[in-house]
C-alpha cells in the first residue's frame, strides 16, 4: 500500500510528464507552421533564381516550367553588359545606399539624443509632428523635392537621391534611436558628466556604445530602403550613367525582339539585387533583433 509521500510524488510525476507532453505537442505545432511560412515566402525567390539560369526561350515558355530543363548564364551575361553596365548601376545603388546611411545617422542621432535627453521646451510635441511624416507618402512630396533640387543642381545626382532616401527613411530612425536613447540609465550619463565629459563627449562615449544595436537597425533599414526605392530614383536621375538599379531593371525587362518582358534578364536582376540585403542582414540580424526591442521598450 502507497504511503501518502509515494502518492504524492506519483501525482506529482505523472502531472509533469503531462504538462510536458502539451509542451512537446506546443513545441512540434510552433515549428511545423514557422516551417510552413518559411516555405510559402522561400518559394517565390527559388521561383526567381530558377528562372534566372533557364535560357531564353525556355524563360518565354508559355506555360512555364518551374524546374529548368537545362541551366544557362545567358541571362546574367546580357545583364552584365546591358547598357552602361552592371557594374556602373550596382556601384551607383551601392554609393547612393552607404550615402544615405551616412546622412540618417549624421542628422538622426544627434535630433534622437536632444529628444531623449535635453530639456526642450515642447519636445514631445516636437517629436510627434516629426513622426507625422510617417503619415504623408512620399510620392506626394517628389514634384516639389524635384523642383526644389532642380533649382540648387541636385538633380541627376547621387548626393540628390541620397538626400531624398534620407527624407524618407529620418522619421522611423528619430523614432528607434530616441526610444534606444531613453532606454539607456541616466545614471551613466551623470557620472560622465561628474567626470568632466561634455554633451559631445557623453554622446560618443556612453549613449552611442550602448545603442549600438539600435544604431545598427536604423543602418539596415536606411540601406534597404535605398537600394530597392524606384520612384524618386526614376524621377531624379535623367543620365543612364547614374540610374540605379531597380530603374535599369524596369527598362531591361522589356528589351526583346517583339518588346515583350526578357524574364531571364528581369529575374537575373532580381536574383542579383536580393544577395546584398541578405547579406547585410544575415551579418547584423543579432543586432536587428535587439535594437527593434530597444526602440519599442522605454
Not at 515558355?61 to 552584365?80: E, G, I
Request: net charge positive; glycine share 6%.
Amino acid at each position: 500500500m502507497m504511503t501518502t509521500l509515494e502518492l504524492i510524488r506519483t501525482r506529482t510525476v505523472d502531472a509533469r510528464e503531462r504538462v510536458g507532453a502539451r509542451v512537446g505537442r506546443r513545441g512540434y505545432l510552433i515549428a511545423a507552421a514557422c516551417i510552413a511560412i518559411s516555405t510559402i515566402m522561400l518559394l517565390p525567390l527559388a521561383a526567381s533564381v530558377l528562372a534566372s539560369v533557364k535560357p531564353t526561350e525556355e524563360a518565354a515558355a508559355v506555360p512555364p516550367t518551374y524546374v529548368p530543363h537545362a541551366v544557362s548564364l545567358d541571362s546574367y551575361q546580357r545583364l552584365w553588359s546591358y547598357q552602361q553596365g552592371l557594374p556602373t548601376y550596382l556601384a551607383n545603388s551601392l554609393g547612393t545606399a552607404l550615402l544615405t546611411i551616412v546622412l540618417t545617422l549624421v542628422l538622426a542621432v544627434p535630433a534622437a539624443y536632444a529628444l531623449a535627453r535635453f530639456p526642450i521646451p515642447g519636445k514631445d510635441a516636437i517629436f510627434v509632428v516629426l513622426l507625422l511624416a510617417l503619415i504623408v507618402p512620399y510620392q506626394a512630396l517628389l514634384t516639389p523635392i524635384f523642383l526644389m533640387f532642380a533649382r540648387i543642381g541636385l538633380t541627376n545626382s547621387l548626393l540628390g537621391l541620397a538626400i531624398l532616401h534620407t527624407a524618407i527613411q529620418l522619421p522611423f530612425s528619430l523614432y528607434i534611436l530616441r526610444n534606444s536613447f531613453s532606454a539607456v540609465p541616466q545614471e551613466l550619463e551623470e557620472a560622465a558628466l561628474m567626470d568632466g565629459a561634455s554633451s559631445g563627449q557623453v554622446l560618443l562615449r556612453v549613449l552611442i556604445p550602448a545603442a549600438v544595436p539600435a544604431i545598427v537597425t536604423v543602418a539596415l533599414f536606411a540601406f534597404i530602403t535605398s537600394w530597392n526605392e524606384f520612384l524618386g530614383a526614376l524621377v531624379m536621375m535623367s543620365s543612364g550613367s547614374s540610374f540605379t538599379l531597380p530603374v535599369i531593371l524596369a527598362a531591361a525587362r522589356t528589351e526583346t525582339s517583339l518588346g515583350g518582358t526578357d524574364w531571364g534578364m528581369l529575374q537575373a536582376g532580381v536574383t542579383i539585387s536580393i544577395i546584398p540585403c541578405v547579406l547585410v542582414y544575415l551579418l547584423l540580424q543579432r543586432y536587428y533583433v535587439s535594437g527593434l526591442m530597444s526602440g519599442a521598450l522605454k
